[in-house]
């Protein structure tokens, strides 16, 4: 990571080409603890829902190294969301929107969040491309990520949390494009990565066994980039 | 005056509306020793335990007892296995009958 962050940093200081903008991806995540444990509560009788997809945004840093060498740098925050909501009663809500002259109506939906689940994870990439054909510059490769994640329950009453730390990894196809755009005066240029992402880190907090939070799964990504 | 008068009157109204609304959760609340009840439909070996929101059980409560079909109560104390209180949070209480999990109840415990 730190050999990456420096490479990156001589790449600006020597001129060669390198860019930087925001990222944000889509995944299908594992999270096979959190659907074990959905499932549990189901049976509870709770009708608690998780979502399917793990959203992700991205601060990205590109530069190349060589003709056929791309590097990237990056710090991303993904989320995962579960939640057990219950309607208000469709009576009472009408008598608000009556008694409020409608105004209850713009606030958001009826839907009281009564347990919510937030997955959490802070990934710090670094990652090596090999460039198979220029404009669009097609690359593929991969490479390891510092993995930050918590865990945390919200109930009416109570709301506990687990954090810990572990590696991933992600490997992928990406696509460069120059859009022609320019902003600030410097040219915009287009990505997007397909791949899949290794991302699974056990809670090693008092009390959570061997409870794993795991963002692991295919990902589409896309990002806006400024060519400095 | 007697518009604003309406108006802020509906609005308290329908602030003790939703407060009265429905609060019955499927979920129990715990701030003390706990009675869960739970029906056998057969008799056999029965095994109860608590876990709290991670999977990790904290508490056996019965271990391979023969209990007969029927209603039957267990009781927790909200402590665990080393008589520590394990925390605020969201528990489950699972009984198993002949290895397969029968009942969930699902428990907010906040005894803090």
């Known amino acids: 990571m730190t050999v990456l962050v420096s490479i990156l940093s001589l790449m600006v200081l020597q001129g060669s080409s390198f860019r930087i903008g925001f990222t944000f991806d889509g995944s299908y995540p594992a999270m096979s603890d959190e659907r074990d444990y959905s499932d549990l509560l189901n049976e509870g009788d709770l009708d608690f829902k998780l979502d399917d997809v793990t959203w992700t945004g991205g601060l990205e840093a590109l530069g190349d190294v060589s003709e056929k060498l791309r590097l990237r740098g990056s710090v991303s925050v993904s989320n995962f969301h579960g939640t057990y909501e219950e309607n208000y009663n469709p009576l009472s809500y009408a008598l608000i929107g009556i008694f409020t002259c409608g105004l209850a109506f713009l606030f958001g939906s009826p839907d009281n969040e009564v347990i919510s689940l937030e997955d959490e994870s802070l990934n ?55 859009s022609g755009f320019r902003f600030l ?44 | ?20 609304d429905s609060t019955s959760y499927p979920f129990m609340t715990a701030i003390d020793t ?26 056996t409560l019965i271990s391979s007892e023969e209990q007969e079909a029927g209603l039957h109560t267990v009781t927790w104390d909200l402590l665990d296995d080393e008589g520590e209180y394990p925390g605020d949070g969201l528990y489950t209480v699972e009984v198993f009958l002949n290895g397969d999990r029968v009942f969930v109840q699902i428990l907010e415990v906040n005894r803090q």
């Open chain 1, 185 to 228: 005066g410097l040219p915009l240029v287009l990505g997007a990565e397909a791949g899949y992402r290794y991302c699974n880190v056990k809670l090693d907090e008092e009390y959570t066994g061997d409870f794993s939070v795991d963002f692991s799964g295919p990902y589409i990504k896309v990002g806006t980039y400024l060519n400095l």
């Open chain 2, 34 to 59: 706990v009675d869960i009840d739970y029906t056998l439909d057969s008799s056999g070996t029965v095994d109860v335990t608590v876990e709290n929101s991670y999977m990790t059980e904290v508490r």
């Open chain 2, 1 to 20: 005056m007697k518009r604003w008068i309406i108006v802020i009157t509906g609005i308290v109204f329908s602030l003790l509306l939703t407060s009265c």
């Open chain 1, 124 to 178: 710090i990439e670094a990652a090596a491309y090999y460039k198979l054909a220029e404009s669009p510059a097609v690359s593929i490769g991969g490479g390891p990520s510092i993995v930050m994640v918590s865990r945390t329950i919200d109930t009416p009453e109570t709301e506990s949390s687990a954090k810990a730390t572990g590696m991933g990894f992600n490997a992928g196809i990406r696509i460069d494009q120059e």
